[in-house]
């Protein structure tokens, strides 16, 4: 058998899609779902565009197959919304041509969810799976101190 | 995009993959067993591998595991490297890993995986080394536990349709003190020119590096010359060089003379830390 349903929660909607079990998590997604926020470039799980939250976990669709995530619990960028770091990154202006914003914008949300005090280190260590080619790397690290400091602020 | 088609196969037993494997072999197919599978989606794009099946051992409870067990750690083959470092049951093999691939990667590389990676690095492998653990193996006969060390030449060698289901190692041995160092080409995020790590046991320090020559290494011969005092400075550290198993290598990251430079510091730096700890 070359192909199967594979069951996935997408954006909390549960879906079924027949696939190649050859075919990687980032094309199921753009060409079977048409959820475009997920953005192909390397294709070799160096560069974070094509993140995505696996279980809450950020992980690059481009290095994983659909059949790998049978009944998992997939969030792409349309997934996610009116949240404080999407607010955050629109007002500082951490983007640029856009290409890599939606795979930061997800690492930076699980970053913040499961590392809620995180240092300068640990925001380096997690910032450094994606690469931004317009470099606008101090604005979406400053973007993410602020989300953390204000939550910390709140509590 | 992979242009080739495969069957897939996600057993939850050892003894369920192996047959699987032993049964599509029959067929004269050719079968692969992947875990994180990172690697496996690179070189199957790059048309590098092009098994007719794959046989995925995430789901294997026995690859999964991580935990100390009387005076042993075990940790399952498919525990992914960001587990590994998060566990911190091991600090030396946490501060290894967590200088392989990047954050969002090592959420989906797994330890196995890293140890039997086709690149020359497998950096994860350090640890194990230089603390004589032993691999379980999930092979026709049932499970079998060999030395690192024995079954360790220039890659693990495991005979047709093994894999590994976990490492275990000494309780004791991942108490002690250690060093470990990686020096890239430039970005914190890259192929190494040179990881080392070193462990002091019973006073006698224990080196094992990645990057310098095509594979990693832990050889007795450097070991003696490290811990012995009575060759000193610069002249043990010209010793050690002869000492290396294979040339030095040499590639877009690094020269041949900049990597033994490099080797050449961070072997001082280790016997001088090393020396310090009692």
């Known amino acids: ?155 | 995009m992979i242009n080739f088609d495969f069957e897939y196969c996600k057993p939850k037993t050892w003894a369920e993959a192996i047959k699987q494997y032993n049964n599509y072999r029959s067929q004269n197919k050719q079968v692969m067993y992947v875990a994180g599978a990172t690697e496996f989606i690179s070189r199957a794009r790059m048309d590098e591998v092009n098994p007719e099946v794959i046989i995925d051992i995430k789901e294997i409870q026995e690859c999964r595991v991580i935990h100390q067990q009387n005076s042993e750690l075990i940790i399952g083959a498919a525990v992914t490297l960001t587990n590994v470092a998060d566990s911190n049951v091991f600090p030396l093999l946490t501060k290894v890993v967590k200088q392989i691939a990047t954050k969002t990667e090592r959420n989906k590389i797994t330890i196995g995986g890293n140890l039997m990676s086709n690149l020359p690095y497998k950096e994860g492998i350090l640890p194990f080394l230089l603390a004589d653990s032993k691999i379980v193996i999930a092979t026709d006969k049932g499970l079998e536990k060999r030395s690192i060390l024995q079954v360790f030449t220039d890659s693990i060698n495991l005979r047709d349709g093994e894999f590994i289901v976990q490492i275990i190692t000494d309780i004791e041995i991942i108490k002690q003190p250690f060093f470990t160092e990686k020096r890239t080409k430039q970005s914190s995020v890259n192929y190494p020119i040179l990881t080392s790590a070193a462990i002091k046991v019973d006073g006698l320090t224990r080196v094992a590096f990645s990057g310098l020559c095509p594979y990693p290494f832990r050889l007795q011969q450097i070991e003696n010359l490290v811990n012995d005092p009575s060759v000193k400075g610069e002249k043990r550290i010209q010793k050690i060089m002869k000492q290396l198993p294979a040339p030095i290598v040499e590639d877009m990251h690094a020269t041949q003379k900049y990597r033994a430079f490099v080797f050449e510091r961070i072997v001082s730096k280790i016997i001088e830390q090393m020396e310090a700890v009692s």
């Open chain 1, 1 to 155: 058998m070359l192909n199967q349903v594979v069951k996935l929660t997408i954006n909390g909607i549960e879906k079924e899609v027949y696939v190649r079990n050859a075919e990687t998590l980032i094309h199921t997604l753009r060409h079977e779902l048409g959820l475009m926020g997920a953005k192909p470039a390397c294709n070799n799980g160096d560069c974070g565009a094509c993140t995505v939250l696996v279980d809450g976990l950020p992980l690059n669709s481009c290095h994983t197959l659909t059949v790998e995530n049978e009944n998992r619990s997939i969030t792409t960028i349309e997934g996610l919304t009116d949240t404080t770091i999407q607010e955050r990154f629109i007002k500082n202006w951490a983007i640029q041509c856009g290409y890599c914003t939606p795979g930061f914008v997800l690492n930076s949300y699980a970053l913040i969810e499961t590392e809620p005090d995180a240092d300068d280190a640990t925001i380096d260590e997690w910032l450094d799976s994606n690469i931004c080619r317009c470099t606008g790397y101090q604005e979406i690290k400053q973007t993410v101190k602020e989300v953390i400091q204000m939550r910390g602020t709140n509590e």
